[in-house]
């Protein structure tokens, strides 16, 4: 069974950045395209970014574009959000995601922007801006 874990939230200013973490554990993370989702009180749960096996695939949500990078490091079973010039809308609960997938090394793979195409979850990490 896969396990995810965040790391990295808190409480910052805004014009402040964050880098968050995800690691990933029991399964081979290169065989995981990953998410980033987050959940702002009251509100449903948005997309925030994703990333194909490889790395070299991403998207983001429109309105991110410019402001927060999605990476994954294979070696290390990570993933990362770095988050800068942060908002106070930007604050939520951010939870990392995980799909299963067959990695074909011949291309760098797909990346998912739908909660529902997510099998496994991390518990979520707590990032509040302040103004």
């Known amino acids: 069974q896969v396990q995810l874990v965040e790391s990295g939230g808190g409480l910052v200013q805004a014009g402040d950045s964050l880098r968050l973490a995800c690691v990933v554990s029991?399964?081979?993370?290169?065989?995981?395209?990953m998410g980033w989702f987050r959940q702002a009180p009251g509100k449903e749960r948005e997309f925030v970014a994703a990333?194909?096996?490889?790395?070299?695939?991403?998207n983001y949500a429109d309105s991110l574009k410019g402001r927060f990078t999605i990476s994954r490091d294979n070696a290390k079973d990570t993933l990362y959000l770095q988050m800068d010039s942060l908002k106070p809308e930007d604050t939520a609960v951010y939870y990392c995601?995980?799909?299963?997938?067959?990695?074909?090394?011949?291309?760098?793979?797909?990346?998912?922007?739908?909660?529902?195409?997510?099998?496994?979850w991390g518990q979520g990490t707590q990032v509040t801006v302040s103004s």
């Open positions: 995601a995980a799909r299963k997938i067959t990695p074909s090394y011949s291309d760098a793979g797909d990346y998912y922007t739908g909660a529902f195409e997510y099998a496994y």
């Open positions: 029991g399964r081979t993370f290169s065989t995981y395209a």
């Open positions: 990333i194909s096996w490889s790395g070299l695939r991403t």
